[in-house]
C-alpha cells in the first residue's frame, strides 16, 4: 500500500521479473471498508480483434498466478466485511487444463466467428466459506474476453449464442496461519508458484501450453530441489491493447 494506492509491480519492475501475481481488477479494491486504487493490473473485461492480441492475452493470463480480490461479510455482523485475496495457481495442471481447454473448445465451436468467453471462480470459493457467510462481490472472481471476428455475418454472436462459461474448480487452501513453520512452508509455496515460466519459442494455432516444471504438492512435502528456471531465460512479457493499465510506479515502496 502507498497512500490510497495499492502498487502492482509493472513490466520491466524488478519484482515482476522475478515472478509476481496477475492482478485482475476494475481499478479499484475495497480492503477492509477503504476504497484503494489499482496499479498494472489486467481487466475484467477485454476485447480482442486480432490473433495477435488472442495469443498475447493467452500468454499473459497464464504466465502467473492469477490474484482477485473479494470481500466477505457473515449474517451475525454485516456492518463488517474482511477482504480475502485468491491465488489461482495457474502453473496446477489441472487449473491450467481448464483454462486452456476453455479457450480451445469455443475457438473449436465458432470458427471464424465472434464470441464471448468467460471464466468463473464464484462457485468454488463460496463453497468454501462456511455457513452463514456472504461474498459480496462475486462478480469480482470472475474475467471475460471477447473475441471480436471481422465477419460479414455473425448471425450467433447477435443473438447471444455464442457465449460461454467456463466454471473453474479446484482445491482451495487457506494459507493465513499465525504459526512461523506453517507461514515458511506458506512462504515457500508461494514462492514456487509465482516463478516465472518460459516463453517458448514456438506454438500451435489453438494452444500455448507451458509445462510445469515441478508440483506444488512438492512444497508442503518438503521436496524442494533447485529452480531449473534460474538457468533459463525469464518470461518475456508484451502487452496488449486495453488489458494493462500502468502508472506511474516510485521506485521504493511498501
Not at 77 to 99: C, F, G, M, W
Amino acid at each position: 500500500l502507498r497512500g490510497d494506492q495499492l502498487v502492482v509491480p509493472g513490466l520491466g519492475e524488478p519484482v515482476a521479473v522475478r515472478g509476481g501475481f496477475n492482478v485482475f481488477g476494475d481499478g479499484f479494491v475495497r480492503l477492509d471498508g477503504q476504497l484503494y486504487r489499482l496499479s498494472s493490473y489486467i481487466k475484467r473485461y477485454v476485447e480482442l480483434t486480432n490473433y495477435c492480441d488472442y495469443k498475447d492475452y493467452r500468454e499473459t493470463i497464464l504466465s502467473k498466478p492469477m490474484l482477485f480480490f473479494i470481500n466477505v461479510q457473515t449474517k451475525q455482523d454485516t456492518s463488517k466485511e474482511k477482504t480475502y485475496a485468491l491465488l489461482v495457481n495457474t502453473r496446477h495442471p489441472k487449473i491450467r487444463r481448464q483454462i486452456e481447454q476453455g479457450m480451445d473448445m469455443v475457438i473449436s465451436s465458432v470458427i471464424g466467428e465472434s464470441y464471448r468467453l468467460k471464466f468463473d471462480f464464484q462457485e468454488v470459493v463460496k463453497n468454501f466459506f462456511p455457513p452463514g457467510t456472504e461474498v459480496i462481490n462475486g462478480e469480482n472472481l470472475s474475467f471475460v474476453y471477447e473475441f471480436k471476428a471481422d465477419a460479414l455475418f455473425d448471425f450467433f454472436y447477435w443473438f447471444g449464442l455464442s457465449n460461454s462459461t467456463v466454471n473453474v474448480n479446484g482445491k482451495v487452501l487457506n494459507l493465513s496461519s499465525t504459526s512461523p513453520e506453517k507461514k515458511e512452508t506458506i512462504k515457500l509455496f508461494l514462492e514456487k508458484m509465482s516463478e516465472p515460466f518460459i516463453r517458448r519459442s514456438s506454438f500451435s494455432d489453438r494452444k500455448f501450453s507451458v509445462t510445469s516444471r515441478g508440483s506444488t504438492d512438492d512444497v508442503f512435502n518438503c521436496n524442494l530441489s533447485p529452480r531449473s528456471s534460474l538457468t533459463e531465460p525469464l518470461l518475456s512479457e508484451l502487452s496488449f491493447p486495453s488489458v494493462l493499465e500502468s502508472e506511474e510506479i516510485p521506485k521504493e515502496f511498501i
